[in-house]
Nanobody, 128 residues
Framework: QVQLVESGGGVVQPGGSLRLSCAAS????????IGWFRQAPGKEREWVSC????????YYADSVKGRFTISRENAMNTVYLQMNSLKPEDTAVYYC?????????????????????WGQGTQITVSS
């Protein structure tokens, strides 16, 4: 059974850190580009970061560049998103998605359909 499961969400104060995990089962994660997306209440889902399959090239949205780091541990079939210097505007449900191809770096719902698998999401709340 193909599945992506996110974990690591929670409540954190501004300036704090969290690490999200995206664990894959039923397929080999290295054959896929893995993207992280987030959706805040009342807003469209936006892309946050992506790690390209095979060569591991990484991409970041301007809003998180320098604060978030995406990485992949093939032995664990897991992708991580290390989030530092968190801000209240980072509050959202975070999703990981897998695409058997290159990263699609788009906020467009139509383009996001190009991802083959999605996780169920994990809530991040940044608040004092």
């Amino acid at each position: 059974q193909v599945q992506l499961v996110e974990s690591g969400g929670g409540v954190v104060q501004p300036g704090g850190s969290l690490r999200l995990s995206c664990a894959a089962s039923g397929f080999t994660l290295d054959n896929y580009s893995i993207g992280w997306f987030r959706q805040a209440p009342g807003k469209e889902r936006e892309w946050v970061s992506c790690i390209r399959r095979y060569d591991g090239r990484t991409y970041y949205a301007d809003s998180v560049k320098g604060r978030f780091t995406i990485s992949r541990e093939n032995a664990m079939n897991t992708v991580y998103l290390q989030m530092n210097s968190l801000k209240p505007e980072d509050t959202a449900v975070y999703y990981c998605a897998a695409r058997r191809g290159l990263c699609v770096l788009s906020d467009s719902p139509e383009r996001q359909k190009e991802y083959d698998y999605w996780g169920q999401g994990t809530q991040i709340t940044v608040s004092s």
